[in-house]
């Protein structure tokens, strides 16, 4: 079948009678099948060169559809690096344990929002003791494994510094905080946060025995925590980020055909570390992808610390600043000692030299 898509899988299933979705769910569903199509009105356009006059159809502009906000999620990627701090980044990735995954279907806004709200106290609580100074952290939720199986996950960009009142203190290490302790304290935030969601009614569906026995059961092993240096290829992180904060992990060009009522769906195999493919029924298809329906209006990109939108700016400007300063402050700094050529005591140091032999220098 050329040309295929997930609205037709969608239009498929629903003809059939197999699709079980909740409102919200249904919701996304009619857009995606309806997105550029005369349901969603039609625009006509006239070309003030040539005169060429042509009529397109309206996209639905839903964050879940394959088809849509191309053109946000390149906007974002320009916003978050024109913001990017002058600074190393790290990439850190929590985890939810996928014994939680059928309590995130049941109440995934609670569970999402105990998420971000955990993963922000635990590193920066870490980095408050360890650096005395606040930590900043721009936040992307992911759903989905590449299978389109459940798998809650949140990418975080985290600049390698602090800041203080009184300045900003960078960090020249190849670690931010140590993932074990990090990890640990993770947990035990998320838990807790659990904990008082029940008791607050959000989790209204699950009984206390299972919550206990669930949540004990989970601090009694380590949950998965990632964190890299992203020095080199901070710029294309946020790209990669930037291909799911405004859509599903779900594109149209990974369907690459339908026949013996399977849809062939391509994906990357992280486990084999490379490409295969996976044959799906068009309902379970559909089932796979609702999974990783938000609820409607649930931010999924969210900023945190100095990074937040409230003082972003302003701290933006304090960490430039001062990072020029101490640059300038390193360039022309002298070292006591003369140049051996014209006699100038201005020398500056340049740096290490690993390799010195390669030079025809000696250890002398």
């Known amino acids: 079948m050329n040309g295929l898509g997930l609205a037709q899988v969608v239009c498929y299933c629903r003809e059939r009678q197999q699709i079980q979705a909740n409102p919200r769910q249904w919701q996304v569903l009619h857009h995606i099948e309806d997105c550029r199509t005369q349901k969603m009105g039609t625009g006509s356009y006239q070309c003030n060169g040539c005169g060429h006059r042509w009529f397109w159809h309206h996209s639905c502009r839903d964050r879940h559809c394959p088809q849509c906000q191309r053109q946000a999620s390149d906007a974002w990627v320009d916003r978050q690096k024109s913001q990017l701090v002058p600074a190393p980044y790290f990439h850190i990735v929590f985890t939810l344990p996928h014994a939680l995954n059928d309590w995130v279907g049941?109440?995934?806004?609670?569970?999402?929002?105990?998420?971000?709200?955990?993963?922000?106290?635990?590193?920066?609580?870490?980095?408050?003791?360890?650096?005395?100074?606040?930590?900043?952290?721009?936040?992307?939720?992911?759903?989905?494994?590449?299978?389109?199986?459940?798998?809650?996950?949140?990418?975080?960009?985290?600049p390698a510094g602090v800041l203080t009142d009184k300045d900003w203190k960078p960090i020249h290490k190849g670690y931010f905080l140590p993932v074990k302790l990090l990890s640990n304290r993770f947990r035990g935030t998320m838990v807790s946060q659990l904990r008082q969601a029940y008791e607050q009614g959000a989790l209204s569906t699950i009984e206390k025995e299972t919550?206990?026995?669930?949540?004990?059961?989970?601090?009694?092993?380590?949950?998965?925590?990632?964190?890299?240096?992203?020095?080199?290829?901070?710029?294309?992180?946020?790209?990669?980020?930037?291909?799911?904060?405004?859509?599903?992990?779900?594109?149209?060009?990974?369907?690459?055909?339908?026949?013996?009522?399977?849809?062939?769906?391509?994906?990357?195999?992280?486990?084999?570390?490379?490409?295969?493919?996976?044959?799906?029924?068009?309902?379970?298809?559909?089932?796979?992808?609702?999974?990783?329906?938000?609820?409607?209006?649930?931010?999924?990109?969210?900023?945190?610390?100095?990074?937040?939108?409230?003082?972003?700016?302003?701290?933006?400007?304090?960490?430039?600043?001062?990072?020029?300063?101490?640059?300038?402050?390193?360039?022309t700094a002298p070292t006591g000692c003369r140049c051996p050529a014209c006699g100038e005591s201005t020398v500056v140091y340049l740096g290490e030299i690993k390799y010195y032999p390669q030079l025809g220098l000696n250890s002398s």
Not at 133 to 144: N, P
Not at 217 to 241: G, Q
Not at 244 to 252: A, D, P, Q
């Open 211 to 331: 919550l206990d026995g669930t949540l004990s059961h989970l601090m009694r092993h380590p949950w998965v925590v990632y964190c890299k240096s992203a020095l080199e290829y901070r710029e294309t992180l946020v790209s990669y980020l930037a291909r799911y904060t405004y859509r599903v992990g779900l594109s149209n060009h990974r369907l690459e055909s339908w026949k013996d009522n399977h849809v062939t769906l391509s994906y990357f195999d992280n486990k084999a570390n490379k490409a295969s493919r996976l044959s799906l029924e068009p309902a379970e298809l559909i089932r796979r992808f609702l999974l990783h329906v938000l609820p409607k209006g649930f931010m999924r990109i969210r900023h945190y610390g100095y990074l937040s939108n409230a003082i972003k700016k302003r701290a933006l400007e304090k960490i430039k600043r001062q990072s020029d300063e101490r640059k300038e402050k390193t360039a």
């Open 106 to 158: 049941r109440h995934g806004r609670t569970l999402y929002s105990a998420l971000f709200h955990s993963a922000w106290r635990a590193l920066n609580g870490l980095a408050d003791r360890k650096y005395h100074g606040q930590a900043g952290m721009t936040c992307v939720l992911h759903t989905w494994g590449q299978n389109l199986s459940r798998h809650v996950h949140l990418h975080c960009l985290v």
